[in-house]
């Protein structure tokens, strides 16, 4: 379906995903690239507005992250965020300088709410700061619309050009009126009409997917997980039985989880799929043994994942596709997206192989958030629990757990973790923490249990409370909870003799350990 289009041009900055999804919470579809793309594909792909993100950088500076002016001449509404004020600024004629008063945080802000940005906003509004840098002069044609006592220009505007500049990130959740600010970039000066709704994506995804199989047969990759979960439905009812799910026990899963997939899915579950469940846990610990180093595992993980998927489809006969349950955050993460570095590959995205023996790969929920995913998973009527349950990654506990994998080790982490969630429902918190789990560290030390000398391995706890799970704080869980569940762990978990608790937000760590 052809559908209104605003552009984000990531400079770099650690919150362009957050970008994005603020956007689409308006209604309005939205893809982040890089500010390398050329303007010729952004005039071919007739975006209505265009926003440029933050950066660590200063625009000023030779070799700076930059982009041509005319940019700003094609009449495409354009909005620039922190380093994109900056950068509008700086390539429009006017003076961008080292700050006097670097301002972090949360800051008192004063707008004019004439400005179309600033319609409906409280003319005192707290947002978030952080820059060194400020615009000292704006470039001609542009007016202050917004002050702060140390910024003199915490936003400018060219309306008649439809170009706008602010120095805060509206996109972050501790700028109160952030939303119905892009909202009203994306309605009041884009004029968008807002045409990004989870049903329509539903109906035109089940047609897109017939035009594209035809007569062909699928297979799908079935972790059991909010993703692929969805991504099976939605393939099962654009096409039947031309539907082979394959759900790979790799020996990496949660406690007991492989039985309850199958009884989701598989003969006597919920669905009529063609459901193969392959336990393959020795294939995959064998290609672990000795591995270490994180991104190795993962790309090791998502090829043992497709080879065995090959292998299956060889089995079926003349598979044409393969579909995956890849979600827009993988892409982004895997470094196919944006600027940003390469923060992980996901086995279904950066861990492929270089060689995949199927005619082309489907993947449904590419262009979504998690929070849009379960959406649609609720469009398609797949029960709650499923929708909502914890999220879980495609290489499983192969990166909860530091260091080598072995079976011995997943035993001790599936059992910790299995007590973890048990606690954390028990004490009515399952629903309040977006993402809890167990990993296990590769951390020996010396304890005393019964009076003799131990020398065992420490389990950590994480629990994080995000909204888009770009970025993410530590959930605050009583301390009589985590005590029931470090003694707990302590005395039925052999081989665990230390408990920790993970107090690291997102940024500066991931949500997983590796």
């Not at 899915?265 to 919920?270: A, H, L, Q």
């Not at 649609?376 to 929708?387: A, F, H, N, T």
């Not at 007590?419 to 429902?425: L, M, S, T, V």
């Not at 500066?508 to 590796?514: A, L, Q, V």
């Amino acid at each position: 379906m052809e559908k209104e289009l605003v552009i984000v041009l990531d400079f770099g900055g650690q919150y362009n995903q957050l970008v994005a999804r603020r956007v689409r919470e308006c209604n309005v579809y939205c893809e982040i690239y890089s500010y390398k793309t050329d303007i010729a594909k952004i005039k071919e792909m007739n975006p209505k507005g265009i926003i440029l993100t933050g950066g660590p950088n200063s625009c000023y500076e030779e070799g700076a992250p930059t982009y041509s002016k005319e940019l700003f001449e094609m009449g495409i509404p354009v909005l620039g965020l922190c380093y994109g004020a900056q950068l509008m600024q700086h390539v429009l004629g006017g003076k961008v300088e080292k700050a006097p008063v670097r301002e972090y945080g949360k800051t008192n802000v004063r707008v004019n709410q004439a400005s179309a940005l600033f319609t409906d906003v409280a003319k005192d509004t707290v947002c978030w700061m952080s820059h060194f840098d400020y615009i000292s002069k704006t470039a001609p044609g542009f007016s202050v619309c917004a002050t702060t006592a140390d910024c003199p220009v915490a936003a400018a505007e060219y309306p008649e050009k439809n170009l706008y500049a602010i120095q805060f990130h509206p996109e972050v959740l501790h700028t109160v009126e952030g939303t119905k600010m892009l909202s009203n970039f994306v309605y009041n000066v884009c004029h968008c009409s807002g045409d990004w709704k989870m049903d329509a994506f539903v109906e035109n995804q089940i047609k897109a997917i017939r035009e594209k199989v035809g007569d062909g047969k699928v297979l799908c990759a079935l972790s059991g997980g909010v993703d692929s979960s969805v991504a099976a439905v939605l393939l099962s009812k654009a096409i039947g039985d031309q539907l082979t799910c394959v759900f790979v026990d790799q020996g990496l899963l949660r406690k007991n989880e492989g039985d309850e997939v199958e009884a989701v899915f598989g003969p006597e579950g919920n669905y009529e799929l063609n459901f193969i469940r392959v336990n393959a846990q020795e294939r995959f610990y064998e290609k672990l043994k000795g591995v270490e180093e994180p991104e190795q595992k993962r790309k090791i993980i998502g090829e043992e994942f497709i080879r065995v998927f090959e292998e299956e489809a060889k089995k079926i006969g003349a598979v044409d596709f393969l579909v995956q349950g890849t979600i827009y955050p993988d892409v982004v993460e895997s470094g196919l997206g944006g600027e940003s570095a390469v923060i992980k590959s996901h086995h279904n995205v950066g861990g492929l192989p270089d060689y995949v023996d199927f005619k082309e790969i489907i993947e449904p929920l590419r262009d979504l958030f998690k929070d849009e995913v379960r959406k649609v998973g609720l469009e398609l009527g797949i029960p709650e629990y499923l929708v909502f349950r914890q999220p879980f990654p495609g290489p499983g506990l192969g990166i909860r757990i530091i260091g080598e994998v072995n079976a011995e080790k997943v035993r001790i982490v599936q059992d910790a973790d299995a007590i973890y969630r048990e606690e954390i429902a028990k004490a009515g918190l399952d629903r309040d923490i977006n993402q809890y789990f167990a990993a296990l560290t590769n951390m020996r030390s010396v304890g005393v249990m019964g009076d003799e000398r131990t020398y065992d391995y420490a389990v950590a706890l994480r629990a994080v409370k995000t909204i888009d799970f770009m970025t993410a704080e530590s959930a605050e869980i009583p301390w009589e909870v985590l005590q029931t569940v470090m003694t707990r762990i302590i005395n039925e978990v052999k081989g665990v003799n230390r408990v920790f608790y993970d107090l690291t937000s997102k940024p500066p760590g991931t949500i997983e350990f590796e």
